[in-house]
């Protein structure tokens, strides 16, 4: 069984040796890099001493346990789990699952004191994954989630001086700086920000003018006018100090706020670039919901999008969860025995195995053309128009009606395979909202470097390396996208077309 391979090589694996006995807290389990994290801690470190579950209980469930039971254990991810050990995955999660209900976002996670210092007492480590992702989110929500809550992780930490704090947070943190960007705290882009002495940037007041504004939109709307209002100035906030959407500010935000609070105590930061399916564990492809790329995979693959603004030799960077996984446990073996430091890494693929945007729309495109009916919940028939990336000025004039040079307008809707405007423009909707949310990402003129991460690994010796590979130049990029994400994408993320059903004539008609 794998668990008594992965007890057998302890004594050559540093990390398992320093997972030993531990107990860990983690959020956001109920999300996809979570539930990975979750699965590999539970299938190669057999001998970890617990596992402590934060999850808020919904409607459906009152407790964390019983909201476990039924979204978190039952998924897909742990298949290769209950094939190889079924006996052996129950037993873990009735003996070392221990599930709390409460909220991250809530002072104390919304628990008694008492039972919040007896959880601080009772930890190691903590490895926060819980996120709002949703680029376009509210900024008060955004807020809460992304920066606010990390109040709520360092007080954890403030209760347990010796515990050691893993905060995964994103290589877009980055914002609209450009170049080559290293594993260090990120300046701001644009808009100037206090810098301590220390290196973080002094974001109190900053927060504090962003919740005056939230207030005050809050004092003369309601409803959907509100949150429509809430989203437009968490875009407007995030741009105008140099960042791109709400997600990536408020998830430096965070960042500031963590580092400065933790400072002389133990603090690991694993950014992620792009996260999309495993390239091998727990199954290759595995994937949980549709991603960044996917989306724009998706709107092709159903032909609502034919143009998208991007540069095809700019560098797209994806990474397969998996190696973000492995990246999360091995800094959090390192913090463990090496506590009272800082440090940051990037699990990303774009300084050690480039992919352009180019030629992961070549790869999308060929695999499309002679196996699509393979991938039968992503196509529904054979694509019968190309991709096109073009640069942003002219993606705005044509999407936005502008008259074009003829001859230029012609060349492009020829190579779309269109003989009139109409049906170029017919899907523009979906076109601009994509273009919108994820135009900054297919443009990129950065390049995330992982160096600290590619030495944290070496230094973990050649067991840890096998059993938590992190680094990207493993992956193959035409056989990752065309056979194990595509394949992922179509067996995990999407279901089966619906078939429509038709009224017979006796039928009485129902109001839409």
Request: a neutral charge.
């Given at each position: 069984m794998e668990n008594d391979q992965a007890a057998a090589g302890m004594a050559t694996s540093q990390?398992?040796?320093?997972?030993?006995?531990?107990?860990?807290?983690?959020?956001?389990?109920?999300?996809?890099?979570?539930?990975?994290?979750?699965?590999?801690?539970?299938?190669?470190?057999?001998?970890?001493?617990g596992i402590y579950l934060l999850i808020r209980a919904n409607r459906r469930h009152s407790d964390a346990r019983s909201r476990f039971l039924a979204e978190v254990a039952t998924s897909s991810v742990f298949d290769r789990m209950r094939e190889n050990d079924s006996d052996g995955f129950e037993s873990f999660i009735a003996e070392k699952i221990h599930c709390i209900t409460?909220?991250?976002?809530?002072?104390?996670?919304?628990?008694?004191?008492?039972?919040?210092?007896?959880?601080?007492?009772?930890?190691?480590?903590?490895?926060?994954?819980?996120?709002?992702?949703?680029?376009?989110?509210?900024?008060?929500?955004?807020?809460?989630?992304?920066?606010?809550?990390?109040?709520?992780?360092?007080?954890?930490?403030?209760?347990?001086?010796?515990?050691?704090?893993?905060?995964?947070?994103?290589?877009?943190?980055?914002?609209?700086?450009?170049?080559?960007?290293?594993?260090?705290?990120i300046k701001p882009a644009?808009?100037?920000?206090?810098?301590?002495?220390?290196?973080?940037?002094?974001?109190?007041?900053?927060?504090?003018?962003?919740?005056?504004?939230?207030?005050?939109?809050?004092?003369?709307?309601?409803?959907?006018?509100?949150?429509?209002?809430?989203?437009?100035?968490?875009?407007?906030?995030?741009?105008?100090?140099?960042?791109?959407?709400?997600y990536t500010f408020t998830k430096w935000l965070g960042e500031q706020l963590l580092v400065k609070a933790l400072h002389g105590r133990s603090l690991t930061i694993v950014r992620p670039s792009i996260i999309e399916s495993a390239l091998e564990e727990p199954a290759a492809g595995w994937i949980e919901g549709v991603k960044v790329a996917d989306a724009i995979i998706l709107a092709y693959a159903r032909e609502k999008v034919s143009l998208f603004p991007g540069e095809r030799s700019g560098v797209i960077d994806v990474i397969p969860v998996d190696l973000v996984?492995?990246?999360?446990?091995?800094?959090?073996?390192?913090?463990?025995?090496?506590?009272?430091?800082?440090?940051?890494?990037?699990?990303?693929?774009?300084?050690?195995?480039?992919?352009?945007?180019?030629?992961?729309?070549?790869?999308?495109?060929?695999?499309?053309?002679?196996?699509?009916?393979?991938?039968?919940?992503?196509?529904?028939?054979?694509?019968?128009?190309?991709?096109?990336?073009?640069?942003?000025?002219l993606f705005d004039l044509v999407v936005s009606g502008v008259r074009l040079p003829l001859s230029l307008t012609n060349g492009v809707?020829?190579?779309?395979?269109?003989?009139?405007?109409?049906?170029?423009?017919?899907?523009?909707?979906?076109?601009?909202?994509?273009?919108?949310?994820?135009?900054?990402?297919?443009?990129?003129?950065?390049?995330?470097?992982?160096?600290?991460?590619?030495?944290?690994?070496?230094?973990?010796?050649?067991?840890?390396?096998s059993l938590f590979p992190v680094d990207a130049r493993a992956i193959v990029w035409e056989a990752y996208l065309r056979k194990i994400h595509l394949a992922g994408l179509n067996r995990y993320a999407l279901k089966a077309r619906k078939t429509p059903r038709f009224k017979s004539k006796q039928q009485p008609k129902r109001a839409a």
């Amino acid at each position: 069984m794998e668990n008594d391979q992965a007890a057998a090589g302890m004594a050559t694996s540093q990390v398992l040796g320093r997972l030993k006995g531990k107990r860990v807290l983690i959020t956001g389990t109920s999300g996809f890099l979570g539930k990975v994290v979750l699965e590999k801690l539970m299938r190669t470190v057999p001998d970890i001493g617990g596992i402590y579950l934060l999850i808020r209980a919904n409607r459906r469930h009152s407790d964390a346990r019983s909201r476990f039971l039924a979204e978190v254990a039952t998924s897909s991810v742990f298949d290769r789990m209950r094939e190889n050990d079924s006996d052996g995955f129950e037993s873990f999660i009735a003996e070392k699952i221990h599930c709390i209900t409460g909220e991250v976002t809530e002072p104390s996670f919304g628990i008694a004191d008492e039972h919040f210092q007896e959880l601080a007492g009772d930890l190691d480590a903590v490895i926060n994954s819980a996120a709002s992702v949703n680029f376009q989110e509210a900024l008060d929500q955004a807020l809460m989630i992304n920066t606010l809550c990390l109040n709520n992780i360092a007080e954890l930490a403030h209760r347990n001086p010796e515990l050691a704090v893993l905060q995964v947070s994103t290589c877009y943190v980055n914002g609209m700086n450009s170049g080559q960007v290293a594993e260090t705290i990120i300046k701001p882009a644009k808009k100037s920000i206090p810098r301590s002495e220390h290196g973080y940037y002094e974001v109190d007041a900053l927060i504090r003018s962003l919740q005056k504004k939230i207030d005050d939109e809050r004092a003369g709307y309601t409803g959907k006018a509100l949150e429509k209002r809430l989203v437009e100035l968490g875009l407007r906030e995030a741009r105008r100090y140099g960042w791109s959407d709400t997600y990536t500010f408020t998830k430096w935000l965070g960042e500031q706020l963590l580092v400065k609070a933790l400072h002389g105590r133990s603090l690991t930061i694993v950014r992620p670039s792009i996260i999309e399916s495993a390239l091998e564990e727990p199954a290759a492809g595995w994937i949980e919901g549709v991603k960044v790329a996917d989306a724009i995979i998706l709107a092709y693959a159903r032909e609502k999008v034919s143009l998208f603004p991007g540069e095809r030799s700019g560098v797209i960077d994806v990474i397969p969860v998996d190696l973000v996984a492995n990246s999360i446990i091995l800094a959090l073996a390192e913090a463990l025995v090496e506590p009272d430091a800082h440090r940051i890494y990037q699990c990303c693929s774009g300084s050690s195995n480039p992919v352009t945007i180019g030629e992961f729309i070549d790869h999308l495109i060929a695999e499309a053309k002679v196996n699509y009916a393979a991938y039968d919940h992503l196509f529904y028939r054979k694509p019968t128009k190309p991709f096109i990336a073009v640069n942003r000025t002219l993606f705005d004039l044509v999407v936005s009606g502008v008259r074009l040079p003829l001859s230029l307008t012609n060349g492009v809707l020829k190579r779309l395979g269109s003989s009139s405007d109409l049906k170029l423009l017919r899907n523009l909707k979906t076109t601009q909202s994509l273009a919108t949310i994820f135009g900054f990402y297919t443009s990129p003129d950065y390049i995330f470097r992982n160096d600290e991460l590619l030495a944290l690994a070496k230094r973990s010796g050649d067991v840890d390396e096998s059993l938590f590979p992190v680094d990207a130049r493993a992956i193959v990029w035409e056989a990752y996208l065309r056979k194990i994400h595509l394949a992922g994408l179509n067996r995990y993320a999407l279901k089966a077309r619906k078939t429509p059903r038709f009224k017979s004539k006796q039928q009485p008609k129902r109001a839409a």
